[in-house]
């Protein structure tokens, strides 16, 4: 039927209808990214959770339903408005994380509402496009689409377009370019779809010499912003953590910030304080040596988490220990922990030992697939502040770590505060029992984090040491039964197990945590 209505007309039409479906998949491929990006930043910035995305989304959400109902008060030139919208949209969009990342440094108290107002300008920016593009598609190729065919063709490419941006964002944009710099390339292709609607349709748009300059300079300044990113977010990073940066990377899981300055060097993961060498040695013989000392020969060692080497190198104090085994998720962690001098120092060059095995997985299916058993396990797992970390404080979690210990074996798992957590802490206590293992709760004074909690799991009681090794700087004999010891304010309070199905100890940890941070 085409082809009787006359080739010549139809080949000219057909690369402005195939630019515009391309630009459908370009266009939901941005407006997702911005919506990624916005919760990325929120968690890095204001607590990695599950709060943060749902407010974000939901949002993002409401805003794209008002662009789409305000889509119908356009009813003329919908090309010119469609191109200023892909502007502003490249513009706003783009520059969001650059803009929130630096405002968090010098005015941390407006982050939020800045935060919520550009995704709500953002989201209904981008629900205005999908309207405006099925209204040109109409206008234009009437004979071509009914009505339900026009809005197949155009939801399949925004579904599409939004599946490739979900895939490519964690695994390769954040870690390849980092998260302003991705905002910025989304934002430039949202410029080029403008470039491109301006080229398509020259010959209908009025002012076309302003349309042009607005590509131009929206281009410019993007592409501008893009060149100086990366000092950008070494400005924001240098004024956000206080001291000099000396390494930086966003992984596929997380961004990994190291500084150094006069008090020493310090880990950060998104954001969160992990470690600071000035007293790092009172978390790491804490978490160590009440299990490894109790065993009393141990020598198969796991340690899960724990992939700055702090927690191996205790292990290897013990010279009877013959394999350890590490489990990290994220390669970045242990390749810049074995590989950087001054973090090789710190861990005493743990992670080159012969003695070492590192494996790059997720310790949850690690454990459900190696069929190993270890005299002692050290879980050195993050704060539990989402549903990701928090499956590994779960019944099912620690069912498969009984499963890995030896007959007399000990693990020790690291948790919060018993202090300002108190609830979260002994929820895990509580769920460690529940799968029948004998928990032993203890906590240690750390000044970076105020009074830390550990609990020791096992099938046996624990025993005390009759020895430590050698060159402790915190931990000795004389001082361990202060360990053991909870005054009245961190005292056992009731609680729950934490249930893979329910989670409740992220709930509980962000309400106490939280409350500090107010």
Same mark, same amino acid.
């Given at each position: 039927?085409?082809?009787?209505?006359?080739?010549?007309?139809?080949?000219?039409?057909?690369? &402005?209808?195939? %630019? /515009?479906?391309?630009? *459908?998949?370009? =266009?939901?491929?941005?407006?997702? #990214?911005?919506? !990624? $990006?916005?919760?990325?930043?929120?968690?890095?910035?204001?607590?990695?959770?599950?709060?943060?995305?749902?407010?974000?989304?939901?949002?993002?959400?409401?805003?794209?339903?008002?662009?789409?109902?305000?889509?119908?008060?356009?009813?003329?030139?919908?090309?010119?408005?469609?191109?200023?919208?892909?502007?502003?949209?490249?513009?706003?969009?783009?520059?969001?994380?650059?803009?929130?990342?630096?405002?968090?440094?010098?005015?941390?108290?407006?982050?939020?509402?800045?935060?919520?107002?550009?995704?709500?300008?953002?989201?209904?920016?981008?629900?205005?496009?999908?309207?405006?593009?099925?209204?040109?598609?109409?206008?234009?190729?009437? &004979?071509?689409? %009914? /009505?339900?065919?026009? *809005?197949?063709? =155009?939801?399949?490419?925004?579904? #599409?377009?939004? !599946? $490739?941006?979900?895939?490519?964002?964690?695994?390769?944009?954040?870690?390849?370019?980092?998260?302003?710099?991705?905002?910025?390339?989304?934002?430039?292709?949202?410029?080029?779809?403008?470039?491109?609607?301006?080229?398509?349709?020259?010959?209908?748009?009025?002012?076309?010499?302003?349309?042009?300059?607005?590509?131009?300079?929206?281009?410019?300044?993007?592409?501008?912003?893009?060149?100086?990113?990366?000092?950008?977010?070494?400005?924001?990073?240098?004024?956000?953590?206080?001291?000099?940066?000396?390494?930086?990377?966003?992984?596929?899981?997380?961004?990994?910030?190291?500084?150094?300055?006069?008090?020493?060097?310090?880990?950060?993961?998104?954001?969160?304080?992990?470690?600071?060498?000035?007293?790092?040695?009172?978390?790491?013989?804490? #978490?160590?040596?009440? $299990?490894?000392?109790?065993?009393?020969?141990?020598?198969?060692?796991?340690?899960?988490?724990?992939?700055?080497?702090?927690?191996?190198?205790?292990?290897?104090?013990?010279?009877?220990?013959?394999?350890?085994?590490?489990?990290?998720?994220?390669?970045?962690?242990?390749?810049?922990?074995?590989?950087?001098?001054?973090?090789?120092?710190?861990?005493?060059?743990?992670?080159?030992?012969?003695?070492?095995?590192?494996?790059?997985?997720?310790?949850?299916?690690?454990?459900?697939?190696?069929?190993?058993?270890?005299?002692?396990?050290?879980?050195?797992?993050?704060?539990?502040?989402?549903?990701?970390?928090?499956?590994?404080?779960?019944?099912?979690?620690?069912?498969?770590?009984?499963?890995?210990?030896?007959?007399?074996?000990?693990?020790?798992?690291?948790?919060?505060?018993?202090?300002?957590?108190?609830?979260?802490?002994?929820?895990?206590?509580?769920?460690?029992?529940?799968?029948?293992?004998?928990?032993?709760?203890?906590?240690?004074?750390?000044?970076?984090?105020?009074?830390?909690?550990?609990?020791?799991?096992?099938?046996?009681?624990?025993?005390?040491?009759?020895?430590?090794?050698?060159?402790?700087?915190?931990?000795?004999?004389?001082?361990?039964?202060?360990?053991?010891?909870?005054?009245?304010?961190?005292?056992?309070?009731?609680?729950?197990?934490?249930?893979?199905?329910?989670?409740?100890?992220?709930?509980?940890?962000?309400?106490?945590?939280?409350?500090?941070?107010?």
């Amino acid at each position: 039927m085409a082809d009787a209505e006359g080739a010549a007309p139809a080949e000219a039409i057909r690369p &402005a209808e195939v %630019a /515009l479906l391309a630009s *459908v998949f370009v =266009v939901a491929a941005c407006g997702l #990214l911005y919506e !990624l $990006a916005a919760g990325a930043l929120a968690s890095y910035l204001l607590g990695d959770s599950v709060l943060q995305f749902s407010t974000i989304i939901g949002t993002y959400l409401f805003a794209m339903g008002v662009g789409s109902w305000l889509s119908r008060f356009v009813e003329r030139q919908l090309v010119a408005n469609f191109l200023r919208i892909e502007l502003l949209v490249g513009l706003i969009g783009g520059l969001m994380p650059a803009a929130l990342f630096a405002l968090h440094s010098v005015a941390a108290g407006s982050f939020r509402f800045a935060l919520y107002t550009l995704v709500l300008v953002v989201g209904t920016l981008v629900g205005l496009e999908i309207p405006l593009v099925m209204r040109i598609l109409k206008q234009h190729f009437r &004979a071509r689409y %009914a /009505l339900k065919d026009l *809005v197949s063709q =155009v939801l399949t490419f925004d579904y #599409l377009g939004a !599946l $490739a941006v979900a895939i490519a964002f964690p695994l390769v944009l954040v870690p390849q370019l980092g998260l302003i710099r991705t905002g910025l390339f989304f934002g430039l292709l949202n410029a080029a779809v403008a470039l491109w609607a301006l080229w398509l349709f020259r010959a209908e748009l009025r002012g076309l010499a302003a349309h042009a300059l607005a590509c131009v300079l929206t281009v410019a300044t993007l592409a501008a912003a893009f060149a100086g990113a990366e000092g950008i977010t070494r400005w924001a990073e240098d004024r956000f953590y206080g001291d000099a940066i000396v390494y930086a990377e966003s992984s596929a899981y997380q961004r990994v910030v190291v500084t150094s300055g006069h008090g020493g060097v310090r880990l950060f993961l998104n954001g969160n304080l992990q470690f600071h060498s000035r007293d790092e040695h009172r978390y790491h013989e804490a #978490l160590v040596h009440p $299990a490894m000392a109790a065993h009393g020969a141990p020598r198969k060692v796991l340690v899960l988490g724990g992939g700055d080497g702090m927690a191996v190198r205790e292990v290897l104090k013990y010279p009877g220990v013959e394999q350890v085994t590490l489990v990290e998720l994220d390669p970045h962690m242990t390749q810049l922990f074995s590989t950087a001098p001054m973090l090789r120092a710190l861990n005493r060059d743990a992670l080159q030992s012969p003695k070492l095995r590192i494996v790059n997985e997720d310790a949850f299916g690690w454990l459900e697939k190696n069929p190993e058993h270890f005299d002692v396990i050290v879980v050195d797992f993050p704060d539990p502040t989402n549903f990701a970390i928090g499956k590994l404080y779960t019944t099912t979690f620690y069912q498969r770590l009984d499963e890995h210990l030896a007959a007399g074996g000990y693990a020790v798992v690291q948790t919060t505060s018993p202090l300002i957590a108190r609830r979260s802490y002994w929820t895990v206590a509580t769920t460690i029992e529940s799968v029948g293992l004998t928990a032993t709760p203890y906590h240690a004074h750390v000044p970076s984090f105020g009074e830390w909690g550990f609990i020791l799991a096992s099938r046996r009681p624990w025993r005390w040491p009759t020895e430590l090794p050698g060159g402790l700087r915190f931990l000795d004999l004389a001082g361990l039964p202060a360990l053991f010891h909870f005054p009245p304010d961190m005292s056992r309070v009731p609680a729950e197990p934490n249930l893979l199905s329910n989670q409740r100890l992220v709930h509980l940890f962000e309400e106490e945590w939280g409350k500090v941070q107010q």
